[in-house]
């Protein structure tokens, strides 16, 4: 096999085939006699054929089978592990019934199966949460029963035993409440909100310390139902719901915990108005059995059904020991409506995901994310991407690692006798829209203050990484100790150190190729970093016995790369940290080189710095790349500021037919609009796709439009945010 052959066959960007091919060709390629003058030339970037935009990552539809829930109202639904998916209680909408059943779903074998449960059962409730707890318990609070007495207790559900136990709880409960917010942080349950007797709107929070089983005082938040509540940074943040004009509201709201002794200490038992009120002692009366009754789901409830409504009156609430919050948005280009679909919020990654699905009336569905560092709304995709129109969403839910998240929903045309029941789940795996999950996204916060190391304090990297930058690309004789050189084509950063390469190894020609200066790397952290060339060096290559390697990418951005594997890290820094530039080729070469963690990192940051500068790059080397995705949220980008992006000097270095493929990115009703034109409709600023109904898309000052058949467009909205 000549040389030629081989790294055609070895980069195609295929990684077994690679591989395969490696260990085929270890034997008759060059050995030690090589001139060690000699580098190893891998190829550059493959082309891409093109793709149609069925290509790209559409979420999969799982049918269920089994004993399928009816289409039960503020039930619990929550994802546990292992494959499975828990529910419990709710009220089913065609008969009336309030549950208590556990339900369990295995994603693997699509069985719903009705678990059968023992211990202190609860009653029936609806409007409770469920939050999953050490890894194998469901932590149950509050609620409302079929008489609509609002409910305190707290109930623990053991997955491996099917067991329920009830704590003994001390401190001042908190009023009994329905649809309220739960979130688990640091071993405290904190409750925030909620609806109470006479359908009033709580506006407080507390929390229960699961160490001591304590509650904490009652302090005064925000009044809402049906909202989201996570922990982040410090803060406790609510966003959504219903306030107390009983309006659905777009405005986030957090509260500071840190250095505040209210939220930071354990609470202890028996301290001032901490006095013991156990739960067992708040019940009202005897348990009382309830009448079996079979509802939509064709099971009947559990007899021993018992409720705990809170006897308590009602506090005044205390001022909240830290510092209180909100921002109002007005409008974004990217800000879904909260008025219309029906909407479901997650937090991961130090993101908010808002799905916005379909809904009775036709809308528009979409992903979007709210970044919490900088309060900014970015649109991760369409509905047409996501949904089905023909599917009615009802529940969601996702993994403690926050990278895939579940819907659970119905198609209302296949109802049975009116009945509608949990048949559908709709998987998505978020990191195919650039999130990184909650582990990776600490590891790789460029804010964290975490120190760098001992030996580098001031280092804008963490751990050993702050430590191996200092060796990277360092001559030998300085001491780094650095035995491998990696030369690249030259680029604007390195006009000066280019050279020409006119002895290869191999049969490749030896015609004169310009190279770049070198690049003194170790090979001990490429064996350790890079699997290919962990393949290639056990194949005793080229590259084994010269201790030189050539990547025809451009310089900047294999000098990107390689800095990478030394730091686990693509965040700008002033230290060598990558451009978005390099960032977008780092991506192609992590495609060639089946680097799944790499091209995840660079598809988040690529997708929330996408700018008019970078943007024809990023679309043209996320095609190369086959991120379809990313490709299509660039070009959309691009569309939208077609006139500025056609200016960049990244839009007139693409390659022709990149240019050409790009210009046909819209429809081909797409049509050119002036920007006085565009004054005149009072269209400026309106984003490509966006609006309602038959809107017409506008792109910019001098943008390209879609015109629909009907309709005008409505006056745009001033962008802007109140800060409170």
Same mark, same amino acid.
Request: glycine share 8%; proline share 5%; charged share 20%.
């Given at each position: ?96 019934? %309030? ?5 369990? #779903? ?301 819907? #659970? ?10 009945? !509608?029941?949990?048949?559908? %789940? ?15 996204? %600490? ?14 304090? %001031?280092?804008? #990297? ?41 002895? $290869? ?37 080229? !590259? ?34 990558? $451009? ?78 990149? #240019? ?65």
């Amino acid at each position: 096999m000549n040389q030629n052959n081989l790294s055609a066959s070895l980069f195609a960007g295929n990684s077994s085939s690679a591989q395969t091919a490696l260990a085929s060709a270890a034997s008759a390629r060059t050995s030690p006699n090589s001139s060690a003058n000699n580098t190893f030339l891998m190829t550059a970037s493959p082309v891409r054929p093109r793709k149609s935009s069925s290509d790209g990552y559409k979420p999969k539809i799982i049918t269920t089978i089994g004993a399928k829930p009816a289409c039960l109202v503020n039930a619990s639904v929550t994802f546990v592990g292992k494959d499975q998916i828990y529910a419990f209680g709710g009220f089913d909408q065609y008969t009336d019934e %309030v549950y208590n059943h556990v339900l369990r #779903l295995n994603l693997v074998t699509r069985q719903w199966n009705l678990v059968d449960n023992y211990g202190d059962i609860p009653g029936v409730r609806m409007g409770h949460t469920a939050n999953f707890w050490r890894g194998d318990k469901l932590l149950v609070f509050g609620g409302e029963n079929e008489h609509r007495q609002h409910l305190n207790d707290v109930i623990i559900f053991d997955l491996k035993t099917a067991h329920w136990t009830q704590p003994e709880l001390h401190g001042p409960a908190p009023r009994g409440r329905a649809r309220h917010s739960a979130v688990i942080h640091d071993e405290k349950l904190y409750i925030s909100g909620g609806q109470t007797g006479h359908d009033s709107v709580l506006d407080d929070i507390c929390f229960l310390d699961l160490k001591t089983w304590t509650w904490s005082r009652t302090w005064k938040f925000v009044p809402r139902y049906d909202h989201s509540s996570w922990v982040w940074n410090g803060r406790v943040w609510i966003f959504g719901g219903i306030n107390e004009e009983m309006e659905r509201n777009n405005e986030i709201w957090w509260l500071d915990l840190r250095g505040s002794p209210g939220f930071e200490n354990v609470m202890t038992y028996g301290t001032n108005d901490r006095q013991l009120v156990s739960s067992r002692y708040r019940t009202l009366g005897n348990s009382t059995t309830q009448q079996p009754a079979t509802g939509s789901t064709g099971y009947s409830a559990n007899s021993s059904a018992q409720s705990y409504p809170s006897a308590l009156s009602a506090r005044p609430a205390y001022p909240a020991p830290g510092s209180i919050s909100s921002l109002k948005f007005h409008s974004s280009p990217n800000l879904p409506s909260q008025t219309l679909g029906a909407h479901f919020h997650v937090f991961t990654s130090g993101c908010m995901l808002d799905f916005v699905t379909p809904a009775e009336l036709s809308c528009e569905t979409s992903l979007s994310v709210l970044e919490l560092d900088t309060l900014r709304w970015q649109r991760l995709a369409e509905g047409k991407d996501l949904f089905d129109p023909s599917f009615r969403w009802h529940y969601c839910t996702m993994n403690p690692e926050g990278t895939h998240a579940w819907l #659970l929903g119905t198609v209302p045309e296949s109802s049975v006798d009116g009945n !509608e029941f949990l048949s559908d %789940v709709l998987s998505i795996d978020l990191s195919k829209y650039g999130i990184l999950g909650n582990e990776l996204a %600490v590891a790789s916060d460029p804010n964290s203050k975490i120190p760098a190391s001992d030996a580098n304090i %001031v280092s804008p #990297l963490t751990g050993i990484g702050a430590d191996l930058s200092t060796t990277f690309d360092q001559p030998p004789e300085s001491g780094s100790g650095a035995d491998l050189i990696i030369t690249a084509i030259p680029d604007d950063l390195d006009l000066e150190g280019a050279t020409a390469n006119g002895s $290869t190894s191999g049969s490749i020609s030896s015609t004169s190729t310009p190279v770049s200066r070198p690049i003194h790397v170790h090979k001990f952290i490429l064996l350790a970093r890079w699997p290919h060339f962990r393949r290639l060096w056990s194949a005793q290559m080229a !590259e084994y016995h010269t201790k030189k390697m050539h990547i025809p990418e451009p310089y900047s951005t294999v000098r990107a790369f390689l800095f990478y594997l030394y730091t686990d890290n693509i965040a700008a820094n002033p230290q060598n940290g990558p $451009t978005l530039n390099d960032v977008a080729g780092m991506l192609v070469m992590a495609n060639i080189y089946d680097m799944p963690r790499l091209r995840l990192l660079c598809r988040n940051r690529l997708s929330r710095e996408l700018d008019i500068e970078h943007a024809a790059v990023i679309w043209e080397r996320a095609g190369t790349a086959s991120e379809e995705w990313l490709r299509r949220r660039a070009a959309n980008f691009c569309m939208q500021h077609w006139g500025r992006v056609s200016r960049t000097e990244g839009f007139r270095l693409l390659p022709h037919d990149s #240019l050409i493929e790009l210009c046909q990115e819209p429809d081909v009703d797409a049509r050119v609009v002036a920007g006085d034109e565009l004054e005149i409709m009072n269209m400026l600023g309106r984003p490509y796709g966006g609006g309602n109904g038959n809107r017409k898309r506008s792109l910019g000052s001098a943008g390209i439009a879609t015109v629909d058949e009907e309709g005008e467009d409505d006056l745009a909205e001033d962008d802007g945010m109140d800060v409170n």
